[in-house]
């Protein structure tokens, strides 16, 4: 990424432009030499939790670990099914796997990218125990018809919102409409910290003191250990650093989304491409802003891209259910299988310039016209 002209996220220009507040909050807890489970910690879980509207707000290690507590604490375990989404990071699948139960995938919609909520009643069995919806990318996944089978069924409702803090769907904050929310705050998420860290938020009184238990190596009271857990902290250094970050996440969130209103833009006219989905139901938050490239063009576009200093990304390029662990029980997925064929994610952060947009669209246009000929 150093030797990219534009990189495809610029976390430099957001550190510079708060870097006072962060040096002073880093300060304070070196003075303080108070590492674990500090002040800041607790300051920080209860801010988070007032700006979700949730009563619990449990910081962890990462979002990994903040989906297998999650999982562990609404009960799954051993032979357990739980339906989720091929389209989206492994950690999603793992955390389940971990767990000795098994991910059961279904398609997705190709507008979203997320979970196809009219796919997953058939996928239901004796042992579905819940769903793990992932608002992929920023975007919502549809809610509420997952709440109703969900409701229907006596399944729980794990929400993936690695990707998407801020987010809403109908005014209702992502990660608070399950029965558990994930987040992660690996640095180039919408509320990224300087290292790993995560949360779980849930209003569920006894979900929450089992988490809170299982982060500590599953003791509710130091040395007097009730079960196997985890050390799974949240850094006090790290709870400094999100705490700074997160007054100004709303004002960031929509200045993505303006940037990507502007990449909306420069982009509608060129044949071949096919820009993100936005459901008026919901706000998106632009964690990536992919777009789709078809006719087989996209791996010579990130090349071409790539050879004029333009960083891309494609996330993912191989859907779950396709990875060794899991393809030879897989079933055919073809809208993930197509889609992680044809998804490019462009540059965004929360200040690029329009100036650096329309750089990224002039090559993509000049690409595209290229293969025209």
Not at 67 to 73: P, S
Not at 89 to 115: H, K, M, Q, W, Y
């Amino acid at each position: 990424m150093s030797e990219l002209k534009i990189p495809v996220l610029d976390l430099k220009s957001e550190i510079n432009e708060h870097l006072n507040e962060y040096m002073k909050a880093i300060e304070e807890v070196l003075r303080s030499a108070q590492f674990i489970m500090g002040p800041n910690v607790k300051a920080f879980e209860e801010e988070v939790a007032r700006y979700l509207g949730v009563k619990h707000a449990i910081g962890v290690n990462s979002g990994t670990d903040a989906l297998v507590i999650a999982l562990r604490a609404a009960g799954i375990g051993e032979n357990d099914e739980v339906i989720t989404t091929p389209f989206t990071f492994f950690a999603t699948a793992e955390s389940i796997t971990a767990l000795g139960a098994t991910p059961v995938f279904v398609d997705i919609d190709e507008r979203t990218f997320n979970i196809n909520p009219d796919l997953i009643k058939q996928a239901i069995t004796k042992r579905t125990k819940a769903i793990l919806p992932v608002h992929l990318y920023g975007q919502a996944a549809d809610m509420d018809p997952i709440m109703e089978l969900a409701d229907a069924y006596g399944l729980k409702v794990i929400e993936d919102t690695a990707q998407a803090f801020g987010g809403e769907y109908k005014s209702r904050k992502l990660g608070t409409i399950g029965h558990i929310g994930c987040f992660s705050f690996f640095p180039s998420k919408t509320l990224g910290g300087f290292g790993d860290g995560g949360l779980i938020a849930t209003n569920d009184d006894e979900a929450a003191e089992t988490a809170k238990m299982l982060r500590v190596h599953g003791s509710k009271k130091k040395y007097y250990n009730e079960t196997v857990g985890y050390n799974s902290r949240l850094d006090e250094i790290q709870a400094a650093i999100l705490r700074v970050k997160l007054p100004y996440i709303d004002e960031a969130n929509e200045a993505r989304r303006k940037a990507a209103h502007r990449y909306n833009d420069l982009l509608k006219d060129i044949p071949g491409i096919i820009t993100p989905y936005e459901d008026a139901r919901s706000k998106h938050v632009y964690h990536q802003y992919t777009i789709r490239v078809l006719d087989g063009k996209r791996d010579e576009l990130q090349k071409h891209l790539a050879d004029r200093g333009i960083g891309t990304m494609v996330y993912y390029p191989v859907p779950v259910h396709r990875l060794p662990l899991y393809k030879e029980s897989a079933p055919v997925l073809p809208v993930a299988e197509r889609l992680s064929g044809e998804v490019l994610s462009l540059p965004i952060w929360p200040n690029i310039g329009e100036e650096v947009q329309g750089e990224v669209v002039r090559e993509i246009r000049k690409t595209l016209d290229l293969y025209r000929l």
